[in-house]
C-alpha cells in the first residue's frame, strides 16, 4: 500500500487545529497515512489523529530523548530521512510560518513537485487546486515526479474525522482539543479494542552527527529566536492571525496606533486576532506582522470584521477566502460594502466598544 | 562582491485578471516588477554602497516585456541586467534551473536576492531551489540584513512576530520580505541613467536545461468569485451591535 506522510504541526505544545483538515485532505490518497511530529509524545493525541484516519505515528526527535533544536535546515532534513526510513514519496504540510521553511527546502533537495496553499488535492490525477493571481484565480496545478509536495492552505479544508464508530465516546468538537485527558478518559466507553491500540506510535531517532553534517545543503545557524512579547504595546491580541477563527481588522479609518485598542478590547472578548490594512501599517500605526493582504499575511477565518477598511483590491487578495466578512464602515461607497456579507455604515467608534460590550455580556452569562 | 538579485515580471495586483484559453490568462495587462523584488533591489543597492568593488545584476525570465522590470531594478540601482529570453511562463524547477546557469555564465554570485515570493504564483519556493542549484545556504522572509566579514546575520520573520536570527556563511541566497527596507521612487536622473545601463539578453534554449521528470504545470485556470450578497445590519447602534452579536452566534457559530 502506499504511504502518505504528513507533517503535524505542533504550537505551544498543542496540536494546530488545521492539521485536521489537511488530515481529511490526505485521505484522498486511500493510502496509508503516517503523521510526523518532532519533540512531541503523541500519546495523548494518537485518539484524535487515530479518528481522523492516521494509520502511525512517527515521533520524531533527537538521540538519547532530545529534542531537535528548531532550526529550517536540520528539521528538513530530519523529515527527509523518515520519509526516506518509511519509503514515503508524498508529503503534505501547513503552509504557515513553518511549512514555508520545510516544504521548499525539502522539494528543493528532492528537485520534487511542490504545491503551496493547496486549497484541494487529486491524489489519483496528481493534482492540486490553489489560488493564483491574488485570489482572483484557482488554478489546478498537475505535479511531475518521484516525490510529490502538498503545502495545504490552514483552515481552508474542513476536519471530517472517519474513524468515529470505535471513539463515539470522543468528541470531535473544537473546543476539546486541548482537553486531552477527557477524551482519554472517556475511551473505556469505546466497543471497537483496536481503538486502544490504533495508531501505532513508531519513535524515529535522528542521529546527533546527522545534523551536524553539512550535506547537499549546507547549514543555516540559528543565534535565537525572537518572540513578539505578549507586554509590548505591539501586542494587539494573543491569537495568532493565521489560527484565528475570527479576525477584527482595522484601517485607514482607524485614525491613529492607539484607537486600535478599540479593536484589541474587542478581540479579547470574541477570541479573535487583530489585523490591519495596509493603509495602517504604512501609517506606522502598527507592526507589519498584522497587514493582512497582498503584501501581509493571506487569512481565511470564518469571520473577518474590517473596520474603517475601504477595501482595495490588494486588501481583498489577503482576506477574500473569509467564510463571512462584515464591513464597518461611516462610507457607504467604500468598496468593502459591496464585496461583503453584512455591513454597518456608523462610526466604529460608536460601534466596535458596543460590540465589544454585548460580547462580554453574553460572555458573562 | 557580485551581487545578483532576481526578479519576477508579474501582472499589476490592480488588473482584471481575464482568463485566455484553458490555463493562461490574457497578457495584456499592465505588468511590473514583484514589489517584495523591490526590497530585494533596495538591499542589494544598499548592500553595493557599503562594500567596495561590487556590481548589483538584475536577473528576470521572460519575453521583451520584462525589460520594464529590469528598467525598474536598474532605476531603483542595480548596474545592468540579464534577460533570459522565454516565452512561456516556467516552473520553479526550471525556472531556478535558468537562473542558476546564467548567473554562472555572468559572474561568482557573492549574495543572491530575492523576494520572499511572487504576488502572481506565490509559490514560495524559487530561492530554495536556488541555493540548492549553486549549494548556497538560504534564508527566508528575511526582515533584517547585515553582513560582517564573510558571514551575514538575518533575522527571518516566520508568523505572528515570530523572528528567527539566522547567521549563514557567504555565498547565499536571502529571500527578501517587507519590512527590510522602504524602497524608493526613483528620482528622474535615476530613470534616465537607468535608460543607459545594459540588458544582456540570453535565449533560454541556449542554456542547456535538462528536464529532469519533475515539474509543475498549470492545466485549469477558473476564476474564483466568491458570491456574496450584502445586507446592512440597521438600527441605533446599539441595536446594530446586538444584531451582528446574533449573527456571529447564531449565522457564523463563533462565539
Given at each position: ?106 522539494a528543493a533537495e528532492l528537485d520534487a513537485p511542490l ?30 515526479g518521484m516525490d ?218 | ?92 524547477i526550471?525556472?531556478a534551473k ?31 531551489r536556488?541555493?540548492k542549484a ?78 529532469i521528470g519533475a515539474a ?40
Amino acid at each position: 500500500m502506499e504511504k502518505t506522510g504528513i507533517f503535524i504541526e505542533i504550537a505551544n505544545g498543542r496540536i494546530k487545529n488545521a492539521n485536521y483538515g489537511m488530515i481529511t485532505a490526505a485521505r484522498g490518497s486511500n493510502s496509508e497515512l503516517y503523521a510526523f511530529v518532532i519533540n512531541f509524545k503523541a500519546e495523548k493525541i494518537k485518539k484524535k489523529l487515530y479518528a481522523h484516519g492516521i494509520d502511525k505515528i512517527i515521533e520524531i526527535r533527537a538521540e538519547n530523548d532530545f529534542e531537535m533544536a528548531w532550526n529550517p535546515v536540520s528539521w528538513s532534513k530530519a523529515v527527509m530521512e523518515a520519509m526516506n526510513a518509511f519509503d514515503i514519496h508524498i508529503l503534505l504540510a501547513l503552509t504557515t510560518g513553518i511549512g514555508k521553511e520545510l516544504l521548499p527546502r525539502i522539494a528543493a533537495e528532492l528537485d520534487a513537485p511542490l504545491v503551496m496553499d493547496c486549497i484541494g488535492i487529486d491524489f489519483d490525477k496528481k493534482t492540486a487546486e490553489t489560488f493564483r493571481y491574488s485570489g482572483k484565480t484557482i488554478a489546478t496545478v498537475k505535479l511531475t515526479g518521484m516525490d510529490l509536495l502538498f503545502g495545504i492552505k490552514p483552515n481552508i479544508i474542513d476536519a471530517v474525522p472517519v474513524n468515529t464508530d470505535s471513539v463515539t465516546a470522543v468528541a470531535m468538537s473544537s473546543d476539546s482539543i486541548d482537553s486531552t485527558t477527557r477524551e482519554i478518559d472517556a475511551l473505556p466507553e469505546t466497543k471497537d479494542i483496536s481503538a486502544l491500540t490504533k495508531p501505532e506510535i513508531i519513535p524515529f531517532t535522528i542521529k546527533t552527527d546527522f545534523l551536524k553534517t553539512t550535506g547537499q545543503f549546507k547549514n543555516i545557524k540559528l543565534n535565537k529566536t525572537v518572540m513578539p512579547e505578549t507586554s509590548s504595546s505591539d501586542n494587539f491580541s494573543n491569537v495568532n492571525l493565521m489560527d484565528a477563527d475570527i479576525i477584527i481588522s482595522g484601517g485607514r479609518g482607524m485614525k491613529n496606533r492607539e484607537n486600535f485598542k478599540i479593536l484589541s478590547d474587542c478581540a479579547k472578548q470574541l477570541g479573535a486576532a487583530v489585523g490591519a490594512s495596509r493603509a495602517a501599517v504604512d501609517s506606522g500605526w502598527v507592526p507589519y506582522s498584522m497587514q493582512v493582504g497582498q503584501t501581509g499575511e493571506k487569512v481565511s477565518p470564518k469571520v473577518y470584521i474590517a473596520c474603517g477598511i475601504a477595501g482595495s483590491i490588494q486588501h481583498f487578495a489577503g482576506m477574500k477566502t473569509s467564510n463571512m466578512i462584515i464591513a464597518v464602515n461611516i462610507d457607504l461607497d467604500a468598496s468593502i460594502i459591496a464585496l461583503c456579507d453584512y455591513y454597518i455604515v456608523m462610526d466604529l467608534f460608536e460601534i466596535v466598544p458596543l460590540l465589544t460590550k454585548v460580547i462580554s455580556e453574553i460572555n458573562h452569562t | 562582491m557580485q551581487i545578483y538579485v532576481c526578479v519576477k515580471h508579474v501582472p499589476d495586483s490592480a488588473a482584471n485578471i481575464v482568463i485566455s484559453g484553458k490555463n493562461s490568462i490574457d497578457k495584456s495587462i499592465p505588468f511590473l516588477i514583484n514589489p517584495y523584488d523591490e526590497h530585494a533591489v533596495t538591499e542589494a543597492v544598499k548592500l553595493k554602497k557599503s562594500l567596495k568593488k561590487s556590481e548589483v545584476v538584475a536577473v528576470c525570465l521572460g519575453t521583451d516585456d520584462a525589460e520594464k522590470t529590469l528598467r525598474s531594478a536598474m532605476e531603483m540601482g542595480a548596474d545592468r541586467s540579464i534577460l533570459i529570453m522565454v516565452a512561456t511562463g516556467q516552473d520553479s524547477i526550471t525556472t531556478a534551473k535558468a537562473l542558476k546557469a546564467a548567473i554562472e555564465s555572468d559572474g561568482e554570485p557573492g549574495i543572491i536576492f530575492t523576494g520572499r515570493e511572487s504576488i502572481d504564483d506565490v509559490g514560495m519556493q524559487t530561492m530554495f531551489r536556488i541555493g540548492k542549484a549553486f549549494g548556497f545556504p538560504v534564508a527566508a522572509n528575511v526582515v533584517k540584513f547585515s553582513i560582517k566579514g564573510s558571514k551575514v546575520t538575518v533575522e527571518s520573520e516566520r508568523e505572528g512576530g515570530i523572528r528567527d536570527v539566522y547567521e549563514l556563511p557567504l555565498p547565499c541566497v536571502l529571500a527578501a520580505g517587507r519590512g527590510l527596507n522602504t524602497p524608493e521612487y526613483p528620482t528622474f536622473p535615476q530613470i534616465v541613467k537607468a535608460r543607459r545601463k545594459q540588458i544582456k539578453k540570453i535565449d533560454f534554449n541556449t542554456l542547456g536545461i535538462e528536464k529532469i521528470g519533475a515539474a509543475m504545470e498549470v492545466v485549469e485556470l477558473k476564476p474564483f468569485v466568491k458570491k456574496r450578497c450584502p445586507v446592512e445590519i440597521k438600527g441605533t447602534p446599539l441595536v446594530a451591535a446586538e444584531k451582528l452579536a446574533k449573527i456571529l452566534h447564531e449565522e457564523a457559530k463563533v462565539i
